[in-house]
């Protein structure tokens, strides 16, 4: 099955600098990756999602890019605000197996320092 | 509309006991899929139900089981609790399966065994 590796476990950010969360990957066929924010006591929601078709999207500040060949994919924050402070997660599936069931990383605490 | 929701919310429980607990999706999501959240493991993937199918299961003891309802509702159930069972149980519900729309988490149920 596959395996997801999230890399650090956790991060702390002058607010205003940029954050990036970096996650690899071992099924070559997964094609879709999304990545989840939770907030303290908070259920996780999606923020971005990127599929293989594509190496990098963008919304607002957050950015996601993905290096097929290298397995690997990675969140960017710029600007970060204290309200970024949140626990990420990264997670890959293969859309093709109709299934719901990601493989999540774990884990990113992120902590943006006011 | 309304969103996931699981309940009870929070639970205690002794060794050796059971424990039933419940998923309600969103109106319209067939597919439903349950996942263990700990400190140190992150989050793992448990099962996933579709139309009343257990369409995938995680790595997890028989002790952990589960089902899906005509009304796409899902109970999961933990028999002779451990001390380790402890954390916060998760559902996810889709339209179908991944990449098909986003997935929508539950507020949790929080298990403690003692």
């Known amino acids: 099955g596959e395996n997801v590796e999230q890399h650090p476990s956790t991060l702390s950010v002058q607010e205003g600098d940029s954050a990036v969360i970096k996650c690899t990957y071992s099924?070559?066929?997964?094609?879709?990756f999304p990545w989840y924010k939770q907030e303290l006591g908070k259920r996780p929601q999606l923020i971005i999602d990127?599929?293989?078709?594509?190496g990098e999207k963008k919304d607002q500040r957050i950015a996601v890019t993905l290096n097929k060949t290298a397995k690997h994919f990675s969140l960017h924050i710029t600007e970060t605000q204290p309200e970024d402070s949140a626990v990420y997660f990264c997670a890959a599936i293969r859309v093709e197996t109709g299934a719901n069931n990601l493989f999540f990383g774990t884990g990113t605490r992120l902590t943006v320092i006011p | 509309k309304a969103g996931v929701t699981q309940t009870p919310r929070y639970l205690i429980k002794t060794r050796g006991q059971q424990v039933t607990l419940s998923c309600s999706p969103i109106s319209g999501h067939r597919s439903v899929s349950w996942y263990q959240q700990t400190p140190g493991q992150g989050l793992q993937f448990l099962f996933e139900?579709?139309?009343?199918?257990?369409?995938n299961k995680g790595n997890f003891p028989g002790r952990f089981s589960g089902r899906q309802f005509s009304n796409s509702r899902s109970e999961m159930n933990v028999s002779t609790l451990e001390l380790g069972d402890s954390a916060l149980y998760l559902c996810a519900s889709l339209p179908r399966g991944q990449g098909k729309g986003e997935a929508f988490f539950g507020q949790g149920t929080r298990l403690t065994v003692v």
């Open positions: 990127i599929r293989s078709n594509v």
């Open positions: 099924d070559s066929a997964s094609n879709y």
């Open positions: 139900y579709f139309s009343e199918t257990q369409r």
